[in-house]
T-cell receptor
Framework: NAGVTQTPKFQVLKTGQSMTLQCAQD?????MYWYRQDPGMGLRLIYYSASEGTTDKGEVPNGYNVSRLNKREFSLRLESAAPSQTSVYFC???????????FGSGTRLTVV | DQQVKQNSPSLSVQEGRISILNCDYTNSMFDYFLWYKKYPAEGPTFLIS?????DKNEDGRFTVFLNKSAKHLSLHIVPSQPGDSAVYFCAANMGNFNKFYFGSGTKLNVKP
């Protein structure tokens, strides 16, 4: 099925470890996003890529890096995980200038 | 501080009745508003939108109302169905489709 695929679905990290969350979309969308969802906070934008080759900071970029590997793939890297980064992470994609985002099913990350 | 607020974490409604979900925002520069619906273990999906030049938009059983003077947005679902049970997020932006600010969500339970 067409959509946004995120891997892994679940991950437990120790403080200080690094990891990369992978995201791929097969809808030929130009724009891609990384959000985090925390209880009582809703979805907050970490980084986005308006088009292949560009990335920009969102509301909460500190502690994260991103790579737009190609049009399909947008990865999120935690270089040194902290307990405050325990969250559910959602990747999304959209056409340019569209509010109709297609979200992946999320990655639940726990940092202990 | 959150710019988009959903002050009711949960709402319970009887099947067939009206569900009203509320959202408040603080930034008068917001000019586009959305509602997304999220089922457990899935990513959010787009439901309905409204531009600041309108005060009402309908799509089937779903109607969004915008009161700019009060900085208030509401989603009406009539009639409510058990399949509508989900978490509903409102979101807003100011001319940048890549940067939406989401509320914390309201969990709707429609009882059969």
């Amino acid at each position: 099925n067409a959509g946004v695929t995120q891997t892994p679905k679940f991950q437990v990290l120790k403080t200080g470890q690094s990891m990369t969350l992978q995201c791929a979309q097969d809808m030929n969308h130009n724009s891609m996003y990384w959000y985090r969802q925390d209880p009582g906070m809703g979805l907050r934008l970490i980084y986005y890529s308006a088009s292949e080759g560009t990335t920009d900071k969102g509301e909460v970029p500190n502690g994260y890096n991103v790579s737009r590997l190609n049009k399909r793939e947008f990865s999120l890297r935690l270089e040194s995980a902290a307990p405050s980064q325990t969250s559910v992470y959602f990747c999304a994609s959209s056409e340019v200038a569209s509010y109709d985002y297609t979200f992946g099913s999320g990655t639940r990350l726990t940092v202990v | 501080d959150q710019q988009v607020k959903q002050n009711s974490p949960s709402l319970s409604v009887q099947e067939g009745r009206i569900s009203i979900l509320n959202c408040d925002y603080t930034n008068s520069m917001f000019d586009y508003f959305l509602w997304y619906k999220k089922y457990p273990a899935e990513g959010p999906t787009f439901l309905i939108s409204i531009s600041s030049i309108k005060d009402k938009n309908e799509d089937g059983r779903f109607t969004v109302f915008l009161n700019k003077s009060a900085k208030h947005l509401s989603l009406h679902i009539v009639p409510s169905q058990p399949g509508d049970s989900a978490v509903y997020f409102c979101a807003a932006n100011m001319g940048n489709f890549n940067k939406f600010y989401f509320g914390s969500g309201t969990k709707l339970n429609v009882k059969p």
